[in-house]
């Protein structure tokens, strides 16, 4: 399994999600048949972003595995700007068995796993966050059990984390309705990827600019943050945007009476979510803060072929 890479979710059938979740599953239930999977293995963690859990996460599920890792942040390596991506990333070929990327361009991503022979793991770009969808339709899957095919809503911002969850619902057969402002849905070519997945797969991809739509009926509802890194810019407008999106007790009223309450993190209470809801009983934000742990470290040693 040398050489595999996860920089989109498309990158995996559902026969390697499956494998990843049961994976996780062991991980989370065995923790110390797994202490030297990643012995003698190295890997670095190059993050353009400032991060508190994927930063955590992949440093901590190496170290469980048995590995180590060295972090370069904002600033250490500047990737294309102190030296080209490519020559960056065939020295470090030389050096590493793995690379967990979070950066600003989905581009720096794709053009350094160009020249990096071993896997690349997508841990964040402006276009997806695969590890994140990941985790959360593990955790669904937690509460939900395999069986069911529950209904998960997102209301939100059609970003990176909605991306990766429409093509991971597509994959898994499973029913997303998802309500953005509009000018604000994922990209057409998104929708139509994910569409012809389904045809075989039997999802359902629904998309609409009613949260109350969306999130009728749910198992499941999930925001985000409204303004991502590197739009302080341009806050005020995206606010204005998101009227009448907020996760509140009047919109959640719309959903099953336990539905799931999901959020990626980081929250900003008030805005996208209200304090009640986020701490809410059927709040699971902090189940998938942790599942980011072990879906990570069962994501690691698939690629590893361990």
Known sequence: MMGRHL?????????????????????????ESFQN???????????EKPSTRTWV??????????????????????????EETRDVARVLDRYLSGV??????HETITEFQQYFTKPVINGLSDREHPCQALADYFTIQEH?????????????????????????AARLGAVLRYATPKGLEPHPSVLASARKTALSTGARIEGSHKPADAVNGADAVYTDVWVSMG??????QKLKQFKGFQLNARLMAGAKK???????????????????????KNSVVFDQAENRLHVQKAVMLFLMGS
């Open 231 to 236: 739009e302080e810019k341009i806050r005020d």
């Open 37 to 47: 999977a990643l012995r003698g293995h190295k890997f670095a963690l190059i993050f």
């Open 258 to 280: 336990k539905a799931l309450v999901m959020h990626c993190l980081p929250a900003h209470r008030g805005e996208e979510i209200t304090e009640e809801i986020m701490e809410g």
């Open 100 to 105: 967990v990327m979070r950066t600003f361009a």
């Open 144 to 168: 939900c059990g395999s069986a069911s095919k529950p209904v998960l809503a997102y209301v939100g911002d059609g970003n990176n984390v909605l991306t990766s969850l429409v093509y991971l």
């Open 7 to 31: 920089i989109s979710i498309e990158d995996l059938s559902l026969r390697d999600i499956k494998k990843i979740f049961s994976l996780t599953e062991e991980l989370k239930r065995s923790p």
């Open 57 to 82: 996460s992949f440093e901590t599920g190496i170290f469980q595995l048995g590995g180590s890792s060295v972090y370069l942040g904002p600033g250490d390596i500047k990737l294309g700007e102190r």
